[in-house]
């Protein structure tokens, strides 16, 4: 039985995405080689071709209070063939922490784990932003957290669309707007819901398409999952 593959999920970076926000990887499992599009070297503080990508190498610059490591969260879907979603942190070369969250399909061949591939989405510059301009306008640290935490599940939310779909940032976002307007539900709640139902799922397909699809379904007509 043929298996259908996937197109390179390296050939080239979404439409529409700052190029020192989204980066692309493949781990090929089988030949234990992982590839990196320049975005991810600069988030690990290297610099394009510098250094050889490697779960060692994501395991050196996992941020060490952070209670599950991102190489696990990679281990786990080579294991299971399950897709992710997680949030964490790099403490990068350059000796600057970085927020991403990092978003993984794995590609199956003959039954088994082939590869894993997709996005690491860089929310450091975004956070910063926000704070400063929440510093200006409120000066709460309150209010400063809660916005970086609604920034971090939207992006989150955006991170399974694109997987899901094919689509772009721009496209993803749009989406979910499209779905807060039609439920009038605040984008933040929205996000943090669909999260929380494709999360839910527990299954192989928790984030494929039928389920999100059913999900913003849902959502787009009623605030209740």
Known sequence: MSTRRKPDPLSDLPAGQSADQVGMYHWDV?????TWSSEIYLMYGYQPGSVDPSLDLVTKHGHPTDRRQLAAVFEDARRTGEPFSAQHRILAADESTRAVVVVGDVDEEGGEPAGVHGYYVDLTTARIREAEQLS???????????AMASRATIEQAKGMIMLAYGHDSKAAFELLIRVS?????????????????????????????????????????????
Do not use: I
């Open 30 to 34: 089988r030949a234990g080689t992982w």
């Open 136 to 146: 200006e306008l409120a000066g709460e640290a309150a209010g400063l957290q809660r």
């Open 181 to 225: 307007q039609q439920s009038n539900t605040k984008l933040r709640d929205l996000a943090d819901r669909l999260v929380d139902a494709v999360q839910a799922a527990g299954a192989p397909q928790a984030q494929s398409r039928d389920l999100l699809e059913t999900v913003l379904a849902r959502l787009s007509v009623s605030a209740d999952v």
